[in-house]
């Protein structure tokens, strides 16, 4: 069982940045890929990147590439998203994903996240 929890969330002007951090409760998180999702209101729940447990590449969904960073550290457990050039489409409660291991052709598929963390609300003003 692993237990996910985000924080860092909050209100940001369009332009400015913030950094969402997931905290994991387990012993093996370096055998994870790390995700994150984010869903509007009305909305599915979209891909925003991910992280892998082998060697750390990364994917990004097309909207956030080149302003979102994911990263992670091994040794304390904790995998975050650097968000830079907020607009207010990126308005969203961000939820942490974690998978055992799992292919990096299932990175961007929420059904494939055996764990979530709560989410947190990212609100960017106009």
């Known amino acids: 069982q692993v237990q996910l929890v985000e924080s860092g969330g909050g209100l940001v002007q369009a332009g400015g940045s913030l950094r969402l951090s997931c905290a994991a409760s387990?012993?093996?998180?370096?055998?994870?890929?790390m995700g994150w999702f984010r869903r509007s209101p009305g909305k599915e729940r979209d891909f925003v990147a991910a992280?892998?447990?082998?060697?750390?590449?990364?994917v990004y969904a097309g909207s956030v590439k080149g302003r979102f960073t994911i990263s992670r550290d091994n040794a304390k457990n904790t995998a975050d998203l650097q968000m830079n050039s907020l607009k207010p489409e990126d308005t969203a409660v961000y939820y942490c994903?974690?998978?055992?291991?799992?292919?990096?052709?299932?990175?961007?598929?929420?059904?494939?996240?055996?764990?979530w963390g709560p989410g947190t609300q990212v609100t960017v003003s106009s």
């Open positions: 992280i892998s447990w082998s060697d750390s590449s990364t």
């Open positions: 387990t012993r093996t998180f370096s055998s994870y890929v």
């Open positions: 994903a974690a998978n055992y291991r799992s292919p990096r052709s299932t990175y961007n598929i929420y059904s494939a996240y055996g764990y």
